[in-house]
């Protein structure tokens, strides 16, 4: 890497190279990083890919300099679920009170950073693709399922209770978990904050910084060797500093 900070591109896949170069980049961290699978996961390839993927649209931050993608969103909105039978997290998820809203709906899945960029500016312009991208469409609710690592609820205990104490979704926005995993697993005086933060992924913890929400329950992904929350963010509820954030300090 050269002593320059890189220059980025975004952009949504508009080809099949585009696309395989963000399947190429989720299979490094979704399945050799993490052990991740699925049985659309193309290991003599190296591409980490679902039957969702030709409904989504996928943004890439591209490093332009060197060509590397560092960065990677998956994006569905309600019309292209409609196409494609559902969201991807409905089976993981209960959306009802979300689709019966009546409001437009934007699904976020398989972010991720490719190892060299991350704690950089490639996150920052990714969320400043996804706020665009958000007001090109005229979204107001984004959600989706984020993950912790590992399978084992009680390994996990302190920040999936910070989560449900202090982060649980209104009335309204409560998704509920299909298979019911629950994040109520510290009484609130026992909580261990400074560990949950410590152990909370960086995504979950921007999303929250940002006013999101988790739906009620986790969800144990065994395939995914990950514990699940689906999380909620409402436009409407953001305040102006957090629009700042979110659109890139813009405005």
């Known amino acids: 890497m050269s002593d320059t900070a890189p220059e980025f591109s975004v952009k949504i896949a508009?080809?099949?190279?585009?696309?395989?170069?963000?399947?190429?980049?989720?299979?490094?961290?979704?399945?050799?990083?993490?052990?991740?699978?699925?049985?659309?996961?193309?290991?003599?390839?190296?591409?980490?890919?679902?039957?969702?993927?030709?409904?989504?649209?996928?943004?890439?931050?591209?490093?332009?300099?060197t060509g590397t993608v560092a960065g990677v969103y998956r994006l569905l909105r309600d019309d292209q679920a409609v196409r494609a039978g559902q969201f991807y997290s409905e089976d993981e998820y209960d959306l009802t009170l979300l689709k019966a809203s009546g409001r437009r709906l934007l699904e976020l899945g398989r972010s991720c950073l490719h190892p060299d960029y991350r704690g950089g500016m490639a996150m920052f312009h990714l969320w400043s693709g996804l706020a665009d991208y958000v007001e090109q469409h005229g979204i107001e609710v984004l959600f989706g399922v984020a993950s912790f690592h590992g399978t084992d609820p009680q390994?996990?205990?302190?920040?999936?209770?910070?989560?449900?104490?202090?982060?649980?979704?209104p009335p309204d926005l409560r998704v509920r978990s299909?298979?019911?995993?629950?994040?109520?697993?510290?009484?609130?005086?026992?909580?261990?904050?400074?560990?949950?933060?410590?152990?909370?992924?960086?995504?979950?913890?921007?999303?929250?910084?940002?006013?999101?929400?988790?739906?009620?329950?986790?969800?144990?992904?065994?395939?995914?060797?990950?514990?699940d929350v689906c999380l909620v963010l409402d436009t409407a509820r953001m305040n102006e500093r957090q629009r700042r954030i979110y659109a890139g300090g813009r405005g």
């Open 14 to 65: 508009e080809t099949e190279s585009e696309l395989r170069a963000a399947q190429a980049l989720r299979y490094d961290v979704f399945v050799r990083e993490l052990g991740g699978g699925g049985e659309m996961v193309d290991h003599q390839e190296g591409l980490e890919r679902d039957r969702f993927d030709p409904y989504f649209d996928h943004m890439l931050v591209t490093d332009k300099a």
């Open 155 to 169: 390994a996990l205990a302190n920040p999936l209770a910070m989560l449900h104490h202090n982060h649980l979704a």
């Open 178 to 227: 299909k298979v019911f995993q629950s994040m109520d697993l510290v009484v609130i005086d026992d909580l261990d904050r400074k560990r949950a933060m410590v152990e909370t992924p960086a995504l979950i913890k921007a999303y929250l910084r940002l006013g999101g929400f988790v739906g009620e329950g986790a969800y144990i992904d065994r395939a995914f060797n990950t514990t």
